[in-house]
């Protein structure tokens, strides 16, 4: 073919959208170190500029960018496996100047002006001048896809070309949180985002119903990246992984939009990562809700194929077990990370709010504690009163927690079967009649083999542990019997055998449901993604009884 089929058939690989060139653009200016992006489109005239701060390029730079394949990130076969760079092949510069006209301007550190440099179709230099500007560069690209009529003609419409954009300058925002962002559209702003240390200070900005406080965020070094005896010892990057999610009874999605992975500052599509996300969450969400989730991948240069797609939107890793392993693992710690949310209850201020008798107690339905006095157990809230035979209330260091008993209670039961799931012998066996076939297969799956006991009827002679003594057994047993995993039938047990609402509670039981409850790894959320606890802070009580008011010192403090 001639080089220009040749130049245009890849540039329709690399620019197929002003999504697209966003892309290439911004991804330039963040590997030229920039730290403040301003973006401007005229998406009606197809015209896109980016303008940076980062190291701009030479003279000489200048007028080779945008031949085909000129890069200065690589230069030899064996850089392929060494990528350090969001942009290495050369291409994007070139195919927007097939698709469009394209003009930079650049003024390298300690040099004495910018040069402003236009491009032929080929990617030649055609008009070289001095320019003044700050150091940084320019990009303009004008009349996108002009000798393209019928790529022009196709293009989504202009509110879906700037929610595309939009989903563009987020992605880099999240894996690149220190970098100031500004954008317009046409002389109007549009999107403005201001840096920060971590991810956590960029999900506000991008979902207004999300604060700070709604998230967790915390960083985890790869185990095998640890010793001298390894293939990341001479590595530039910290292997491991950054991982960023919301708090399961705080804020949930209607669809799996925010589970986002990161690797080496670019978000990508890696599935089996996304799902480690999502069963990571499996029982702390409600049903047919998601997670907000972002997990950013810190990853050896040779673990990287980046050759898989001209957009690198996804790639191939080395050792993805490993890291989906690893991703999975940090999830489930970050969720269960509640000491600092529960205080300490060494800490916690001697406040005798309600002087009760202290009689000893246990659940009447499971024995989980372990026979210590209350006052001797670990947990940072003190149970105070029990509401409407419902709620616990309870004091902790900086104001007051309501706690529902029988939600509670379901989460201490499912993760005790989860740890000691066992099947007793029944002394007298439960005959069930009228199942289905799907419903003795999956008593089968359970450990629980039906035995034929006459016409449309059959025995079962073991059961789980907490159900044995029940006079709901068979309803039980039944119920079990209708599907799911043994996940699910773990999550079935703990809601039937947890304390019910409307049940009394003498004040040592409701500290002993408590502690269990704190020591749980998901203490946020019930197996069926219900919210447990609702806090109410001192700062909170304060506001509302305008304590910071001054009345006068007669009227108290």
């Not at 998406?43 to 394949?69: K, S, Y």
Request: net charge negative; aromatic share 6%; proline share 7%.
């Amino acid at each position: 073919m001639p080089g220009e089929v040749i130049h245009s058939i890849a540039a329709g690989e690399v620019i197929d959208s002003l999504a697209a060139v966003v892309r290439e653009l911004i991804e330039n200016a963040i590997d030229a170190q920039a730290t403040h992006i301003t973006l401007a489109l005229w998406p009606d005239q197809g015209r896109v500029q980016v303008a940076d701060n980062g190291t701009a390029m030479a003279l000489e730079n200048l007028h080779q960018a945008a031949i085909p394949h000129s890069t200065s990130k690589i230069r030899t076969q064996a850089d392929l496996w060494q990528v350090n760079s969001l942009g290495f092949r050369g291409e994007a510069l070139h195919s927007l100047a097939q698709v469009a006209q394209l003009e930079i301007c650049s003024r390298a550190p300690g040099a004495e002006s910018g040069w402003r440099v236009t491009y032929s179709a080929q990617g030649e230099p055609l008009e070289t001048v001095p320019a003044a500007l700050a150091q940084g560069t320019v990009v303009t690209v004008t009349d996108l896809f002009g000798v393209w009529p019928a790529r022009r003609e196709r293009l989504p419409t202009l509110p879906r070309q700037l929610s595309q954009v939009q989903r563009v300058i987020h992605h880099c925002a999240l894996a690149h949180p220190t970098v100031t962002w500004a954008v317009q559209v046409g002389d109007r702003p549009w999107l403005a985002i201001t840096p920060s240390p971590t991810a956590q200070g960029i999900v506000p900005q991008l979902l207004r119903a999300v604060s700070e406080s709604d998230l967790q965020d915390g960083w985890q070094a790869a185990p095998w990246a640890k010793g001298k005896a390894n293939s990341l010892e001479n590595c530039p990057l910290k292997a491991g992984i950054y991982s960023l999610i919301g708090l399961p009874d705080r804020c949930h999605r209607p669809r799996p939009d925010w589970v986002k992975v990161a690797v080496n500052g670019r978000v990508v599509t890696v599935p089996e990562l996304e799902q480690g996300i999502l069963n990571a969450f499996r029982h702390t969400l409600p049903r047919h809700r998601y997670p907000l989730a972002f997990v950013h991948l810190t990853v050896p240069p040779s673990y990287i194929d980046w050759n898989r797609r001209s957009d690198k939107s996804t790639l191939y890793l080395h050792r993805l077990d490993e890291w989906t392993a690893l991703c999975q693992s940090h999830l489930e710690a970050l969720l269960g990370r509640h000491a600092a949310d529960l205080p300490d209850a060494s800490q916690q201020r001697v406040t005798q709010l309600l002087k009760t008798a202290e009689p000893s107690g246990s659940y009447g339905v499971a024995e989980l504690s372990d026979g210590l006095p209350y006052r001797e157990r670990p947990g940072g809230l003190r149970a105070i009163a029990q509401v409407h035979n419902r709620y616990i209330l309870a004091e902790q260091t900086d104001g007051l927690c309501l706690i529902e008993q029988h939600i509670a209670h379901e989460r201490v039961l499912y993760e005790r079967l989860q740890a000691q799931w066992q099947l007793v012998p029944l002394t007298t066996p439960v005959v069930l009649e009228g199942l289905r076939e799907k419903q003795l297969e999956q008593l089968e799956r359970l450990g629980l083999p039906p035995e034929e006991f006459g016409p449309n009827r059959w025995a079962i002679r073991e059961a789980p542990e907490p159900l044995c003594d029940r006079p709901d057994l068979p309803d039980a047993l039944l119920e079990l019997s209708l599907g799911g995993n043994l996940d699910t039938a773990q999550v079935a047990i703990a809601c039937r055998t947890a304390i019910r609402n409307g049940t009394p509670l003498d004040l040592a039981t409701l500290q002993t449901l408590l502690d269990d409850w704190q020591q749980t790894r998901n203490p946020r959320t019930c197996p069926h993604g219900r919210p447990i606890c609702l806090t109410l802070s001192e700062t909170s009580l304060a506001r509302f009884f305008r304590r910071s008011w001054m009345i006068g010192k007669s009227h108290g403090i």
